[in-house]
């Protein structure tokens, strides 16, 4: 989160309204990379924007503050009740759709629709993923630009059994006030290679000293793909002039990539 310490140490005062899970995503972190580089998309494609999964308001606070006139969506509504939170303390009132992405109801609303994340890999089946697109097409004004950041499948070496997989350290945030440490380990449950779908769960833990003082686990699902898999379906759902951009950089994928994030653009209407 891009807040200061005053809006820290505000997140603590309310944890106890929220899952662990929406805590995690509420905290600082140190490390931003993806902003500036949806930052740079914006500043492109004037208009309206959507950020869909916009989970706690990381991003869409820091765009608000950027001057950029974004909403936001979310299946989760401790995510979107924190993000109003959030937002309100920074001074904003976005509007916040609690809606799942695949269900958006909006014709030809928004400029840039952006997907940050790894967000739309919680999409598995794959007629869905093929709905989901097209609806994201039909939400875009002619010309506008969806971006999707994807994480590629470098850890499939984790994911293989017996189920389930041991714990494995993914990260740590040290909490406000001197409050402890919120410890998140994952594992994975199942893999179906045909399908390319890993089930798996998140445990977090928020430790101080020797005593945990709440424990939650996260179970769900995530879709893998590969570069040229996501580029067809792309095109499939109507989208041209599609770029595959590296690591948040302005550089095209080159096949060692942390991130991949592709920019694709609903086919501009014919004067
Ligand atoms: C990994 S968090 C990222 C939050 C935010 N985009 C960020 O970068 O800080 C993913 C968010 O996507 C939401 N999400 C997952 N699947 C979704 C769906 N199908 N429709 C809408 N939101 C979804 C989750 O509730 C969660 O808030």
Redesign the pocket.
């Known amino acids: 989160?891009t807040g200061d310490r005053s809006t820290s140490d505000s997140i603590l005062a309310v944890a106890d309204r929220f899952d662990l899970?929406?805590l995690a995503?509420a905290l600082d972190r140190d490390i931003e990379p993806?902003c500036h580089f949806y930052e740079a998309i914006l500043q492109r494609n004037a208009g309206l924007a959507l950020?869909?999964?916009?989970?706690?308001?990381?991003?869409?606070v820091a765009l608000l503050r950027a001057d950029f006139q974004i909403e936001g969506?979310?299946?989760?509504s401790?995510?979107?009740s924190f993000c109003q939170f959030h937002a309100e303390v920074t001074g904003f009132k976005p509007t916040l759709h609690l809606?799942?992405?695949?269900?958006l109801p909006f014709v030809n609303r928004y400029s840039v629709i952006l997907?940050?994340?790894?967000?739309f890999m919680?999409?598995t089946e794959s007629d869905q993923v093929d709905r989901?697109l097209a609806t994201l097409h039909a939400n875009l004004v002619p010309g506008g630009q969806l971006v999707i950041s994807l994480i590629p499948a470098t850890y499939l070496h984790l994911v293989v059994g017996p189920f389930p997989t041991p714990w494995e350290p993914y990260y740590q945030m040290t909490l406000p006030k001197d409050s402890g440490t919120l410890i998140v380990d994952w594992r994975a449950t199942d893999i179906c290679s045909t399908q390319q779908i890993v089930s798996e769960e998140c445990r977090y833990r928020w430790v101080a000293g020797e005593s945990i003082i709440r424990e939650e686990i996260s179970a769900?699902q995530h879709r893998w793909y590969h570069r040229d898999q996501f580029l067809a379906r792309l095109r499939r759902a109507g989208f041209c002039d599609i770029e595959v951009y590296s690591d948040y950089s302005d550089k095209p994928s080159d096949g060692f990539d942390a991130v991949l994030s592709f920019v694709a653009t609903r086919t501009p209407e014919k004067v």
Do not use: K, Y
């Open positions: 989160m899970e929406t995503w993806d950020e869909a999964g916009c989970g706690t308001g990381r991003l869409l969506c979310d299946i989760s401790d995510m979107l809606c799942a992405i695949e269900n997907i940050a994340c790894g967000t919680c999409i989901c769900g």
